[in-house]
């Protein structure tokens, strides 16, 4: 049985792609990380207003909506590249339209070469404010402003090696530069690996203070929660890398910036919220209350994430 007949994939893909569209597994994998990015968009909506529109927008607020949207309209992006690349190897007939054929293949290969661009801007904002957790979390501006020293490292090299030589492919000619799928064997994003060293870095840094953070409720599941988003935005990277070297990096991509976007959405959502809760959620998780604020400054910086009690 083909992927185009199976009949759970079409249940789910046929939502969004109408009949006559060309399916393969890159365009299911699209399908399925637009609607997990739709989804947790549903879950978190009302968090989203009312810890976010409804409150004074602060610079944290002006990062979420690049994170939320910029990553919501990349990944449908992404989704579309798929679409259409499959839908002018099916559709096309190269002796009727050689020369628009010509033009989709330029158009195509130039998504392709700028998509990473898109993906970068999502993920600088994303580590900016892991980041700004970290420093809430330890409190030290020396550890600070060695991370945003690594940091801008990071977005150099990551730059540099996008502009040098996109991908490291197995066997293609030397100096082939690899814009969209092709057969020449694995291709490597090469400039995802700083970005994967600065990450699995935050992450120890976080699961580092998990550790120390037993003996206080408020202290340990503000932690616990966070470092869900950190875990899951350094698995989808690690996750992207590894694949393609087998081939399949092209089905973990539009999952790449689905993990990243909510993950980075949603560790400010759970700062704000905590911040904003009163003492009557039952949890005792309220930052906002004035008698527990002075105690746990190293928890939250208020001046990024919220407004400052008055």
Known sequence: MSLSERPDILLVTRI???????????????????????HDHALTLRDEVAFVWRQKIRYAAFLFFWVRYMGLFLVGALLAMNIFYESRIVAFDEELYEGWASMADMASDALWLLAPLFQFAVFWVVEVILQCRIHALYGSWMLATFNAVFFLGELAAMFFLWILHPDFSESCAEGTILLSPTSCGYSVPVYWIPAIVFELWLAALAFRKLGSSWGSDLFTLVVQDSIKYFALVAVVMVAHFVSAFYQVDGLVLSFLVAGQTIGGSRLVLQLRKAYYEGPDNGHGTTLAAGGVRRGISTIVDESFYAPQLS
């Open 16 to 38: 969004i792609m109408p009949d006559g569209m060309p399916l393969s597994l890159a365009s299911c994998c699209a399908v399925a990380a637009f609607a997990w990015v739709l």
